[in-house]
């Protein structure tokens, strides 16, 4: 469907999230590292993942599937990331600056969506 994924200003800011999020991880205790530390890195890498995967798919319906589950795993990262400031694992900035980066892909990924259905 998409010759080149590596063009799309929506994987490339999801690739920038999910090295954010990596280097977040890194800061968080040991004892997270099975817990949320792993749910924060797959639901990020899930993002990029999710809209190569699509657009490798013979259909704009397809691609839009993938796109959808993208945002789905956006939204589960949001999450992650307010229950890390919840629980006093990260500071109000830094959550915020990687919610507002989420948000920004969640925006772009409803609007390529929308593009894939008309």
């Not at 890195?41 to 993208?70: M, Q, T, W, Y």
């Not at 600056?97 to 948000?103: E, P, Y």
């Amino acid at each position: 469907m998409i010759n080149n994924y590596k063009n799309l200003l929506v994987w490339k800011k999801s690739i920038e999230l999910v090295v954010s999020v990596y280097q977040f991880t890194k800061k968080l205790p040991a004892s997270e590292r099975y817990g949320l530390v792993s749910q924060l890195e797959r639901a990020s890498v899930s993002i990029p993942s999710n809209i190569v995967e699509g657009s490798c798919r013979s259909s704009k319906k397809d691609f839009a599937h993938f796109l959808e589950i993208a945002l789905g795993s956006t939204s589960e990262l949001d999450t992650q990331l307010e229950v890390a400031l919840q629980v006093n694992l990260a500071s109000k900035e830094v959550v915020v600056n990687l919610q507002n980066k989420a948000v920004e892909i969640s925006k772009m990924l409803q609007s390529l969506i929308k593009t894939c259905r008309i």
